[in-house]
């Protein structure tokens, strides 16, 4: 484990929790992370060079072991999942079984680390996930570093909806919200959330995938955004930039709102979702043989299509459609299923839809991806 110059690999801790969690071995698992973070804490009590980073304290070098435990191992893995799930070489129950022994050893390093925190609080803040987010650990994860960097954390857990989460945020006289985000769908209600909560004096500090590449839609809609847990401390230490604004229609953020695109294709979106289906069904006779599973997951399928749409126009990016389309083909060929099947549903769309300039470009650029995978 010792990676040399006074530094520890965690390659091994990391092969070893995978596959804890592969066989669904949460004791296991616990037991890795308890075992890491006891030699994480050796090790920074090793020498002058590892003191200048983590500080002097048994409390601080276990604070700092806790943090790169989290961060370095638990993330990881479940990052791993991720790709494992998205390749198909994992089961949807073994990621739920995974990620809830996840959920134990972020426990485990907070129990294990609860007596290194002695000192008062650096402040009050409030971590939530967005309405309609079930991804709950990264919040959890930002939540538990902030605890161990000294601040009391009101974690609010997954899909919160906004109005409770600014009534807690004034309840509670918070320093600022976290806001976390797994996936981009969900950016209109964020940015309701992120004006709210700025319209009642609250800083906001967004985060996470949904937020897009280094935060690019957080910015967007005038919140603070950091990559992790680590930077948003950092943020949380300093002035806050922007001030917090009064709460505002989307439109001002977003100017390109204006031409009605998003609301239009937002508001019939049951419509083009049940034609898109007609007519994938015209395409594809096959399609009146599925089982209730399948014809689920094929409504579920366009359903996504048509919501990854309206977002792109929401935020007026065409690289959010193009990227949800490359990672659908990715996850339609990990199990069988030919990428450019989806051709009939975009085509659908285009058909409906063609009126409307931003969403033509959008539809085109997807289409051209899709194209080259189309049988001869
Ligand atoms: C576990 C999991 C689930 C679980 C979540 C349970 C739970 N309790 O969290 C369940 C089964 C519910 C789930 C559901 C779905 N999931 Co899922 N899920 C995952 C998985 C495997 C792990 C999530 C996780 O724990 N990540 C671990 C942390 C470390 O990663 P992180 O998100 O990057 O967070 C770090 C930073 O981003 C940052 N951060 C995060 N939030 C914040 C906030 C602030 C303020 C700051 C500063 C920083 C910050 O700090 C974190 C710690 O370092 C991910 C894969 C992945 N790569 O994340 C897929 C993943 C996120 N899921 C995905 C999908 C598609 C879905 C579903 C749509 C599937 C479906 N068809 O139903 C649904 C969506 C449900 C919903 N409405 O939210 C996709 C998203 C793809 C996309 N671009 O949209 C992913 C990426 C899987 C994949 N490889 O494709 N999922």
Redesign the pocket.
Known sequence: MNGGEGTLSLTEPRDQLWQALDECDEARAVAIVRRTLHALHALHAQGPRQAAVVGTSDAERTLAAGEQVL?ELI?PA??R???A??ANDIT?AQ??AA?AI??RCVAAVADTTAHALTGPFVGRVL?SCVD????????R??SEVLRLRGWRVDYLG?QVPTEHLVAHARRTRAQAV???S???TLLPGAHNAISSCQGAGVRV?????GFGPRGRYARMMRAE?????R??ATLLGRRPTPPAQAARLPDLDLPHLGDQEYTMVRRTKLQLVKQALADVEEGFPEMRRYSEYQWDRTV?DIDHIVSHLATALYVDDPDLFTG?TA?TAD?LEARDVPPWCLLPALDSLLNRLKDFPRVVGILTAARDLLEPHRPA
């Open positions: 961060l993330a479940q990052e999942l991720g790709r799930w998205a949807v990621e739920h990620t996840s959920e971590v309609g987010e079930w991804h709950a650990l990264p919040a994860l930002v997954a976290l806001l976390s797994s996936i981009p500090l967004a985060g996470g995938a955004w950091a990559a992790d847990a930077g948003a579920e949800f990672w996850i």
